[in-house]
């Protein structure tokens, strides 16, 4: 137990602990570079006397925009040694987000990583006329404005700062348990977003019931590359890291993952589901692509590990066979996420069932948890031997749930947070008499597990009266290697239909192999061989669905939804009432009488095929 119950002093307490062992690595030109816990704890001193040189004092709020690296957790432990209250951004956020969080929270300074981001801020600075200074981490000179310092100045401030060490400590000695730390903007799908009050006791109970059920050690390594603003990465992949003297080592990129993995060889990673999606895609792929034995080979060595793996007392002749399979399959599947892996962390978004069973065979373990920023974010979660597919897994021991009549989620515990701030009407609709209104809809199963079958606004109710579950036909769906994305459409039609985005990749290889010429990706997509089979692919993933959860009709595109366009939350999950109103003609002319296609193509994608791709 920490001392007081705060971050703060927990990371005060872990940074006597560890001293000079290393906690964050950075890549620099090319070569990862350690920073210790004597280290970061002199720069988040500076950083704290730095903000209170430009006069935050306790309460404040102060934001915090900036991708993964050292500077945002030294500005993030920064701010709440000061005692004021970090309000993350997403660096994918435009220019109005920017300006109504900031205007919302009441924020007098901020922090930029990079030239890029402080242009994002100076671009709507006209809306913001509160804000007092920018902090940029790095890439900037801090000349030329005086509303603009660098990190290297702020640190120069803390220096130069009369404040003893002691005084400090002494400021955060005084923070209480149920003080304000943080106030997390939800991306959500529609709206203005809603500022989630968390607390240290938010943060810290998670920290704790998460560090009692998951296999943590000392000599670990987590690779970070979710975004920090966002609470599951904040919480653990960063704070219950900490906690248990962890080093954390940041991606380049999401897309230089694969590489970073090699890298670093981590035993612990967090990830939203997109990242297995397309590491099941590959190794799929890989087989597809490869000789009759090696299909037959993997085909094995997955029956071996199904075996292996799901009975509890295996034979002496599945332990051999295991051993075999071992050498030829699983080795190389681990080495291509660095060799030292124990296991995965999957939240943020459903995790399709198949690809948590498939990698599971193959001695790759990825454990499903679920909650949401108001919880801080954990709820429930799979840990080592109480592991069951298809389900978030057991409440964590602080942590209550039960389901209303109409199937929703409650939730009660210390991780809950307050409210929302400056919106009572929101807070009074989530929490009510003790409990949090999760608007996912669930069950608990026989042996305790809770599983989510769809969020309770996103139902889709037939013009029959059928309650459909899309997230769950999307999941089904997007297992296949040659579909990328999906969108399931039906409310209060007779039928359900889907936007369905090609995997661009695998389908180019397939019509190499089969000779299909084509010379842009739109004529791929409408040539009939390809629709033919993407429609039988279809028809057999969605064969044990019942009749009306079916889709009768889609549309193929070869454009992925992209946060960029606004089609995608920061975690990847599809703003369904933006991409039904982006779309809307293309969902309407399915239930067109006149349409008697099974299937159709947006035409407007005409992307060209680079030259190295195009068939002959």
């Not at 409408?526 to 549309?555: G, H, P, T």
Request: hydrophobic share 35%.
């Amino acid at each position: 137990m920490v001392e007081n119950g705060t971050i703060s002093s927990m990371v005060r307490e872990r940074i006597t602990k560890y001293s000079d062992k290393p906690v964050l690595s950075y890549k620099e030109k090319g070569t990862y570079k350690d920073i210790t816990w004597k280290e970061m704890g002199e720069r988040i001193n500076q950083v704290a006397l730095g903000l209170m040189a430009l006069g935050v004092v306790s309460g404040d709020r102060v934001c915090l925009m900036s991708e993964n690296c050292p500077e945002w957790v030294m500005a993030d432990l920064g701010i709440i040694t000061a005692g004021a209250i970090n309000v993350p951004i997403y660096q994918t956020n435009v220019g109005s987000q920017i300006s109504y969080i900031v205007n919302d929270c009441d924020a007098n300074i901020i922090f930029a990583d990079c030239k890029k981001t402080l242009d994002q801020i100076l671009a709507v600075r006209h809306k913001m006329p509160q804000l007092k200074k920018v902090i940029v981490c790095y890439g900037w000179n801090g000349e030329g404005d005086e509303q603009i310092i660098s990190f290297e100045q702020l640190l120069s401030l803390g220096n130069n700062n009369s404040c003893s060490k002691k005084e400090l400590d002494q400021l955060g000695a005084s923070l209480s348990p149920d003080d304000i730390m943080s106030i997390v903007y939800t991306s959500g799908t529609t709206g203005n977003p809603k500022g989630v009050m968390l607390s240290h006791r938010n943060f810290m109970s998670n920290v704790e019931d998460c560090y009692q059920v998951m296999d943590i050690r000392e000599s670990d390594t987590c690779l970070s590359f979710l975004p920090l603003s966002h609470v599951l990465e904040r919480m653990a992949g960063y704070y219950l890291m900490l906690f248990g003297g962890v080093r954390i080592a940041f991606a380049e990129s999401f897309q230089k993952v694969p590489n970073n993995l090699v890298e670093v060889k981590p035993e612990l990673v967090v990830s939203v589901p997109r990242l297995y999606e397309k590491m099941f895609a590959s190794v799929k792929k890989s087989i597809t692509d490869g000789s009759w034995l090696k299909r037959k080979i993997f085909s094995w060595a997955l029956s071996v590990g199904e075996s292996y793996r799901c009975d509890s007392k295996p034979s002496s002749f599945t332990r051999l066979q295991h051993k075999i399979a071992n050498r030829l399959v699983y080795e190389k599947i681990r080495a291509k996420v660095g060799g030292n892996l124990r296991y995965f962390v999957s939240g943020g978004a459903p995790l399709a069932q198949e690809i948590g069973e498939f990698f599971y065979k193959l001695g790759v373990t990825i454990y499903e948890g679920y909650g949401l920023t108001e919880t801080a974010p954990v709820l429930a979660v799979n840990f080592t031997k109480h592991l069951k597919f298809g389900t978030v897994g057991h409440p964590l021991p602080s942590v209550k749930i039960k389901i209303s009549q109409d199937g929703e989620i409650l939730a009660k515990g210390p991780n809950v947070a307050a409210g929302y701030y400056k919106n009572e009407q929101a807070t009074g609709d989530s929490f009510k008499d003790g409990w949090f209104y999760t608007g996912d809809i669930g069950m608990l199963d026989a042996d305790g597990f809770l599983k989510i079958t769809d969020r309770k606004k996103d139902i889709i109710v037939t013009s029959g009266g059928k309650n459909v579950a899309p997230q769950n036909i999307e999941n089904i769906l997007k297992s296949d290697k040659y579909i990328s994305q999906v969108f399931v459409y039906g409310d209060k039609r007779k039928y359900l239909t889907a936007l369905v985005v090609l995997n661009l990749e695998n389908l180019e290889e397939y019509a190499r192999r089969r000779n299909i010429r084509y010379d842009s990706v739109g004529e791929l997509a409408a040539n009939r061989k390809i629709q033919e089979k993407i429609n039988v692919r279809i028809d057999n993933l969605q064969k044990d669905l019942a009749s009306y959860e079916q889709i009768k009709k889609f549309k193929l595109l070869t454009k992925e939804f992209s946060q960029e366009d606004g089609e995608l939350t920061p975690t990847l999950k599809i703003k369904r009432k933006v991409v039904t109103k982006k779309y809307s003609d293309l969902l309407d002319s399915m239930y067109n009488p006149q349409d008697i296609s099974i299937f159709s193509l947006n035409h407007t994608d005409s992307q060209p095929v680079p030259q190295r791709q195009r068939t002959m």
